[in-house]
């Protein structure tokens, strides 16, 4: 089991506090930090996750502000000394990049803000080394083309491990017509989401159904491959998910149907290909996938359902399939209980840094649902102290982070 930071507090004292409280090596002490967002107040719920149970309670000053408006993606630096929050902003006020300092026992303080370099920034992720911030505009406003193509952008900074602070990185291999390097790497229509796969390649979900492509180059640089936009094909993509040698796209359909979720292999050049079988369908009585987990083992997938078409039981549900280690190929975990429910309308879904539970973050009604993870057969099952935990209103992503070094 590893303990939180202490700050000043000596060692001889916390073994002390620890037997006073009757925990073991076994369990009952912090494993680390949870943060949650919520819209509706332009909040940051904090809480500590208990070794033993996976029961979340509040940080102290929880819940914090979010440094601006509708907070929709939230990011921990390994090491969890910082916290980069994107504020998609709304029609009057702009979006932005909010920087955080992470104090002792999962304390945020808030330090900056930044801006990107277009608007409506919607996600954001560090690079394989941590070293760089990479931002996701829905869309690129100094692209010349916007009034016609639409298209959005991702915004690299560089990250100062000692204050968290960001730095632009321009691109060093586009240059507009004055000559100058842009200071963006444009990317397709609207775009939602990426995810950056292997270190390697960075993957843009777009809202045309297509992915587009970027390899990670030095010092943060994004470079376009040889292999251009990657048309998928799909109805209604709601999410892109890197795990282990797959890559999963989970498409929604139209109406209230379960969807499918399509796995991809990556390859050379971040070049995608389906793999053998093609689309998997998702599990009866479920419905609007909108999200997907990959286990840290690489064993077990886990699709985040909005809704759900069984009439008998509301509920929203995370799907759970088995990956099979050669192909790839999803298939539905045998539970009578799978789908698994959670709270009403989840939109993001975190693994915890000891890998025993995972939690969703529940927009609807404004909480976070944990679930244990059977480490032999990847079931879900509730927690033994209750798997419900209110977070704040209009609950959006959330992201955790172990020990603070």
């Not at 107040?41 to 029961?55: C, L």
């Not at 100094?142 to 952008?153: E, F």
């Not at 775009?191 to 843009?204: D, E, I, K, L, N």
């Amino acid at each position: 089991m590893t303990l939180s930071r202490f700050g000043r507090i000596s060692k001889a004292f916390v073994v002390s506090v620890a037997i006073g409280l009757g925990m073991t090596a076994c369990g009952g002490g912090t494993i680390g930090y949870m943060w949650v967002l919520g819209t509706q107040y332009n909040q940051i719920a904090g809480f500590k996750i208990d070794d033993f149970t996976g029961n979340l309670t509040a940080t102290v000053n929880s819940p914090y502000s979010s440094g601006g408006t509708n907070p929709v993606s939230i990011v921990v630096k390994p090491g969890g000394r910082f916290v980069f929050v994107i504020n998609k902003g709304n029609a009057t006020v702009a979006g932005n990049i909010a920087v955080f300092s992470v104090g002792d026992d999962g304390i945020l303080t808030y330090e900056q803000t930044y801006s990107s370099a277009g608007s409506t920034p919607v996600w954001a992720s560090t690079d394989g080394t941590g070293n760089f911030l990479y931002v996701l505009d829905q869309q690129c406003t100094a692209c010349a083309d916007y009034a016609t193509k639409a298209n959005g952008d991702i915004t690299v900074f560089a990250i100062d491990g000692t204050t968290g602070r960001l730095q632009l990185v321009p691109n060093q291999n586009v240059k507009n017509a004055a000559g100058q390097q842009l200071n963006y790497f444009e990317v397709g229509y609207k775009p939602t989401m990426f995810r950056v796969g292997g270190g390697s390649c960075v993957y843009t979900l777009d809202s045309d159904q297509s992915i587009f492509p970027y390899s990670v180059g030095s010092g943060g640089q994004l470079v376009l491959p040889a292999n251009s936009v990657y048309q998928t094909g799909a109805v209604n993509l709601t999410s892109l998910n890197v795990g282990g040698n797959s890559i999963y796209l989970t498409d929604a359909l139209t109406g209230n149907v379960p969807g499918v979720v399509y796995p991809y292999t990556p390859g050379t050049n971040c070049s995608l290909s389906v793999q053998q079988g093609g689309a998997v369908a998702n599990l009866p009585l479920t419905a609007d996938p909108s999200y997907s987990l990959t286990d840290s083992k690489g064993k077990y997938l886990y699709v985040v359902n909005h809704s759900t078409t069984n009439s008998q039981n509301a509920n929203s549900s995370i799907s759970a399939f088995t990956i099979d280690p050669t192909t790839g190929r999803l298939q539905g975990l045998s539970d009578v209980a799978n789908p698994y429910a959670v709270g009403n309308g989840p939109v993001c879904m975190i693994e915890d840094p000891s890998s025993q539970y995972v939690y969703t973050s529940n927009y609807i009604d404004g909480t976070v649902t944990g679930k244990v993870i059977n480490q032999n057969t990847g079931q879900l099952s509730d927690m033994t102290r209750g798997s419900t935990f209110p977070a704040v209103g209009l609950a959006t992503c959330l992201t955790v982070s172990g020990v603070v070094d």
